[in-house]
């Protein structure tokens, strides 16, 4: 018998024990010293008997149960078994990103059997959960001086366009033509993605609040962060837009071009936007309600529709704008001060007049 480690499963220490996380099937066990050690000898399948037959009666008996173990676990796959097929397509489909990246999705996959509450059972236990621990804030303020942004009108002019038509101009632009955006607009767009709904502003009793762009549970972990640079009545540099105050929060943060560049991976055209826009989540709004790993897939989705609004809102005013996510996060953190622990890098949109 020919048998080697699995490559669906990673190892973890947690409490004096080494873990076992077979992530493509959601089981997680202890493993013993031995058996990690003898993991060791299998990174590539490794005839069980050649490789014991060095050993006395005991010794070899003993490893043999172990191994025995392991296999019956699923942490040793057998050559030309069914759960070695299985792998080999899991691999021939995800290896080339690498293990972190099927690690996060086959984690927070839902399996068959997956438990789901009802409507009902949720909502008690999440008023059970607001005896004993508060929702965090669905709005952040830094609470230092801040720039008040003048207030979406009712009907502001670029709100004619038909949405089918700003459907059908929507592109990604990778080049600005010269000039400034009026902090006006500024303001406009902000209010539009960051502020909650005029035509329902109430904030739920657990956090919840309703903006233009969807979001799980109503949570909206995205907070927004705008680099400035010649808007008039603006300083240049970054901010934090406060939704609630639909103001901007100078973060004392000025980037040069080849900063932002730097920031985006490289990208010369987010350099020369006047207008930077940072998306990054407080995974705790979503997590307070949302206790899966599942959840964390939502947050990405959160950004999509966000920005995908931004898009449209940018296309109807007459500007352009491009999304990217090839960011250099630990460059972003240091200048928005993101604990990258509980506020997460997201993404960028760069936004700026159309090229001649």
């Known amino acids: 018998m020919r048998v080697k480690v699995a490559e669906h499963a990673a190892l973890f220490y947690q409490g004096g024990a080494v873990v076992w996380d ?27 008997d050649q490789l014991l037959a060095p050993l006395g009666d005991e010794d070899r008996a003993a490893l043999r149960k172990v191994l025995d173990e392991l296999v019956t676990a699923g942490v040793l796959l057998v050559e030309g078994s069914p759960q070695h097929d299985a792998e080999r397509r899991m691999l021939a489909g995800w290896g080339a990103w690498g293990a972190s990246a099927r690690h996060f999705h086959f984690a927070s996959r839902t399996l068959a059997d997956a438990p789901y509450q009802g409507p009902d059972e949720h909502d008690a236990l999440l008023d059970a959960k607001l005896t004993r621990e508060p929702p965090p804030a669905p709005f952040r303020a830094f ?12 009907h502001p002019d670029w709100a004619s366009n038909g949405l089918l038509d700003v459907l059908l101009a929507r592109r990604t632009t990778r080049e600005f033509g010269p000039g400034a955006v009026d902090v006006g607009r500024v303001g406009e767009l902000l209010a539009v993605l960051g502020g909650p709904s005029p035509v329902r502003s109430r904030i739920g009793r657990t956090g919840t609040v309703f903006k233009t762009s969807p979001s799980g549970g109503g949570r909206h972990p995205v907070e927004l962060y705008a680099h400035t640079r010649g808007v008039d009545g603006l300083a240049d540099g970054w901010h934090h837009y406060d939704g609630l105050a639909h103001a901007l929060e100078p973060l004392g943060v000025v980037w040069s071009p080849a900063e932002l560049v730097a920031a985006a991976g490289d990208q010369e055209w987010v350099g020369q936007a006047p207008l930077v826009l940072a998306y990054t989540a407080v995974l705790e709004r979503t997590r307070w309600r949302y206790d899966t790993s599942r959840a964390y897939r939502v947050v990405q989705m959160d950004v999509g529709h966000l920005s995908q609004t931004a898009y449209l809102v940018a296309t109807a005013m007459g500007f352009g704008i491009g999304f990217t996510a090839a960011l250099r996060d630990e460059l972003v953190e240091e200048a928005l001060g993101c604990d990258a622990y509980h506020e997460v890098v997201l993404g960028m949109s760069a936004v700026g007049p159309l090229p001649q």
Do not use: N
């Open 22 to 48: 077979d992530y493509l099937h959601h089981r997680q066990f202890a493993i013993s010293e031995t058996a990690e050690l003898l993991c060791r000898k299998f990174t590539e399948f490794t005839d069980v």
């Open 143 to 154: 609470g230092g001086r801040a720039v008040r942004l003048p207030a979406l009108p009712e």
